[in-house]
C-alpha cells in the first residue's frame, strides 16, 4: 500500500510536503514567459477574430478555383457516397501551367552576428538543457495527480495547481538550468471515477484504478503552488536531483499565475466561438472531383515497345 509521504520522517509513516516556492534551485526563472500585455478575450472580440480567418480561408479558396486548370471530359464516373459524391474523370492530357520555383524561407528580422551567435551558444553552453516530461491528470479543476520519472524511476504526488494552465508551455530557464517540457493531460471528475469504480465492481473487473484513487491529503497552503509526493521510498526524500523540475515548474507557474490563466481564457474563447461559427455556418457536403489522364512512358516515346 502506497504511503503519504510530511518533510519530517516519523517512524515508518511518513509523509513529505514539498513546496516549490521554498527550493532555492526553483528561485529567478528567467522562462520564457507569456506577454505582460495579455488581457481576457471577450466573446463578441473572439467571433471577430474567427469571422477574420475564416474570411482568409474564403480568400484562399477561391484563388484556388481562379487559378484552376481546365480540362476537357472524355469520360466520366460518379459514386454516389450518399451525402456527396466522388466523381471521376478521365480528361484529355491538359496544358498545365510551369511549376513555380521553391520560395526561399521569409526572413522576418535581422541575421545574427558571428559575435551574437557565439553570445547565443555560451549561454546555451553555460547551463545543462533538461527534458521533463509528465502525465497529469486534473481531478475536478482543483487537483492534478502527476507522474514524472528520474532515471528510470517512476514518482508520484498531487498538485494543487490545475496544470490546464500550464498546458501551452514548451520551455522555461532556471538559474540552473533549461528545461523543455512535455505535458500529457487529462482531465477527470470524482463523479465519472466513481462510475467507472462502480462498473468494475459490479463485474468483478480488476480495472486499475489507482491513477486516479484520491488519497487523504494534508491541507494546501493557500494561494501558493505546492505538492505531496506519494513514495514507499523514503529515500528519496534526501535527493534533491528528483524534485528539481517539479519545483521549477510550480515555481513557474506561481511567478506567472496570472498570464498562464489569461492565456489559458483566450485559448477557451477562441475554441467557444469556433464552435458558435461552425454551428451557425454548418459546413456543407463538397463533392470529391478527380481528373487524370494517361500518360504515356520513356519506353512508348523510344518506341522501345
Known sequence: MKKLIPLLILGSFCCIVLNAQQQGNAHNINATRPSQELRPLSDREADEIIRQQEAKKQLRESQKLIN???????????????????ILNRVNPPNLP????????????????????NEWMEKMQAKPHRLLFLSATVIDRKLTKIRWWHEGQELKGWSNVDFNYLRGIGEFETEDAYYTVLIGLGNETTKDIQIRR???????????????????????????????????QPDIIENDAVFAAIDSIHAFYDQNKRELKIQYQRTEAINAAKKRYEAANPEQPKDTVIHFWPKRGSAYQNNER
Open 68 to 86: 484552376r486548370v481546365d480540362f476537357t471530359v472524355v469520360e466520366r464516373r460518379a459514386v454516389d457516397m450518399g451525402d456527396r459524391k466522388v
Open 98 to 117: 510551369p511549376r513555380a520555383p521553391a520560395r526561399a524561407a521569409t526572413v522576418h528580422s535581422d541575421p545574427m552576428t558571428e559575435a551574437q551567435i
Open 198 to 232: 462502480k462498473f468494475a465492481e459490479e463485474r468483478g473487473l480488476d480495472l486499475d484504478l489507482q491513477l486516479t484513487e484520491i488519497p487523504d491529503l494534508p491541507p494546501f497552503t493557500k494561494g501558493q503552488a505546492e505538492y505531496f509526493v506519494i513514495s514507499d
